[in-house]
């Protein structure tokens, strides 16, 4: 089996930074994209960042100059460095990963963390 276990999350004072971790353990052969999803109560939950294999990089414009993702193929682990934190970014943030476990197959599935909570206070 596959898990995502996420960390780093916490209450900051606005103007502040977390830097959000995400590990994926398990049967694993591969790894292709994996992304930051929030989700804010009463609200959809949305992309913030995600980040290819290769490390090509997609980030929402509400996030743009603020956040930065990263990853370390070494350790099967995503990052998201969040600065100039803002009340509105409150939200619980999810990791996801398009993971390959068979060796003779080339299927990718998807997979969610458990999700942490980012609590960003005026």
């Known amino acids: 089996q596959v898990q995502l276990v996420e960390s780093g999350g916490g209450l900051v004072q606005a103007g502040g930074s977390l830097r959000l971790s995400c590990a994926a353990s398990g049967s694993i052969f591969s790894i292709d994209a994996m992304a930051w999803y929030r989700q804010a109560p009463g609200k959809q939950r949305e992309l913030v960042a995600s980040?290819?294999?290769?490390?090509?990089?997609i980030v929402a414009d509400s996030v743009k100059d603020r956040f930065t993702i990263s990853r370390d193929n070494t350790k099967n682990t995503v990052y998201l460095q969040m600065n100039s934190l803002k009340p509105e970014d409150t939200a619980v943030y999810y990791c996801n990963a398009a993971i390959r476990q068979s060796t003779s197959y080339n299927i990718y599935r998807s997979y969610w963390g458990q999700g942490t909570q980012v609590t960003v206070s005026s």
């Open positions: 980040i290819g294999s290769g490390g090509s990089t």
